[in-house]
Structures are given as structure tokens and as C-alpha cells.
T-cell receptor
């Protein structure tokens, strides 16, 4: 069983388009995240949601809008895509508030903006 | 910004113990040390964490110095599948502090 899944795995699109990436976790966790890994392999958090409520927003441009319809899903919508948005986007989940806070990551979505 | 320093790369012979160092000289008393790894563009994977005592689980051991300014992750019998980038992360545990701040990590290559 896949714990954290993302769709699509690959996404190629033109500058200026709007696209969405979906994430689902079946672990019963209440906290979900989006991370971005750029071409230099730096992995950086973008957002965190706890029980559908935004708790972390790391100064991400407002072209990026996360949406959490329920605590098992955290989707990422990106408006007016730019070349610099090309990266691998990872979704993750954890049970918030615990010391261990082990985060489970999805397989990633490789976004290429042409 | 990441608050840890790791060597950029290391090699280890298959079957030997891999010892990965991490410096965190500015660690606070309530910050834990976490280790994650990323195998070839997959999502990062949790390995182990600790506060001040040494810890061991089925994957690895974590040795934290008494002054907590540095730590070592030990993979006791490295296999080829342990080739990955290993990240040492420090953070305060608890609600609202869940974000992981990744540094550049150590690229560990296991040599047959």
C-alpha cells in the first residue's frame, strides 16, 4: 500500500499555464507538507497544513496556493508558471505535535516549465 | 538556514560500518537531532532521531557527543542500497515546529 502518493509523477508545461499537483496520504496523519527540491538539490519546505489549517507558509509566491479538502489530501495549485518553478515537488505527512514527528514523503512530482 | 555542517561526500566499502559526522555547534537545549536520507531522487526517508542519549534502531545508530555539538550516524553493515544523500537536521520538537530544514547533506557512496 502506498502511504503518500502524488499525481502526476511528471508534468511538462509551458510558461504562463496553471497546473495542479495532487497528494494523498492513507496513514491517518493530521499534518501534511509540500517541499520543493530545485536543480541544485536543495530541499526546502513550502507549506504545512494541520487538520486542513495552514500552519507554515515559507514566503512562497502567492502564485502557489495549497488546498486541503480534508486531512488526507493536500493539493498544490500553481498559477502563471515560470521557468524557475521547474523542480521536484515532494508531498509529506506526519502526525503533528509528537516528538518523533517522522515525516513520510511521497515519490515526488517532477515539474518542467518550458 | 540549516544549522548543521556535514562533509559533502564520503565513500564506504560494502559490509563495513559507515560513520557519517554532523556538526551542530549552535544546537539549543530543546532541539533534537534528526537524520533523513534521500536515495536517488526518491522522497527523503526518516532514519533516526535523538536528544542527548545514543539511540539505535533497525536501520542505524546515532551517537551524540556529551556537549551535543556534534553527532555521528552509524550504518553498521553498509550495503549498496545505502548509497544516498544523508541529511542531519536539528529542530525543536512539538506542534508548530514540524518543518524540516534540510542542508546540503553528505553523499554516501557504498563501494562494492
Amino acid at each position: 500500500d502506498t502511504a503518500v502518493s502524488q499525481t502526476p509523477k511528471y508534468l511538462v508545461t509551458q510558461m504562463g499555464n496553471d497546473k495542479s499537483i495532487k497528494c494523498e496520504q492513507n496513514l491517518g496523519h493530521d499534518t501534511m507538507y509540500w517541499y520543493k527540491q530545485d536543480s541544485k538539490k536543495f530541499l526546502k519546505i513550502m507549506f504545512s497544513y494541520n487538520n486542513k489549517e495552514l500552519i507554515i507558509n515559507e514566503t512562497v509566491p502567492n502564485r502557489f496556493s495549497p488546498k486541503s479538502p480534508d486531512k488526507a489530501h493536500l493539493n498544490l495549485h500553481i498559477n502563471s508558471l515560470e521557468l524557475g518553478d521547474s523542480a521536484v515537488y515532494f508531498c509529506a505527512s506526519s502526525q503533528g505535535g509528537l516528538i518523533i514527528n517522522e515525516q513520510f514523503f511521497g515519490p515526488g512530482t517532477r515539474l518542467t516549465v518550458l | 538556514d540549516a544549522k548543521t555542517t556535514q562533509p559533502p561526500s564520503m565513500d564506504c566499502a560494502e559490509g563495513r560500518a559507515a560513520n557519517l559526522p554532523c556538526n551542530h555547534s549552535t544546537i539549543s537545549g530543546n532541539e533534537y537531532v534528526y537524520w533523513y536520507r534521500q536515495i536517488h531522487s526518491q522522497g527523503p526517508q526518516y532514519i533516526i532521531h535523538g536528544l542527548k542519549n545514543n539511540e539505535t534502531n533497525e536501520m542505524a545508530s546515532l551517537i551524540i557527543t556529551e556537549d551535543r555539538k556534534s553527532s555521528t550516524l552509524i550504518l553498521p553493515h553498509a550495503t549498496l542500497r545505502d548509497t544516498a544523500v544523508y541529511y542531519c537536521i536539528v529542530r525543536v520538537a512539538g506542534f508548530g515546529n514540524e518543518k524540516l530544514t534540510f542542508g546540503t547533506g553528505t553523499r554516501l557512496t557504498i563501494i562494492p
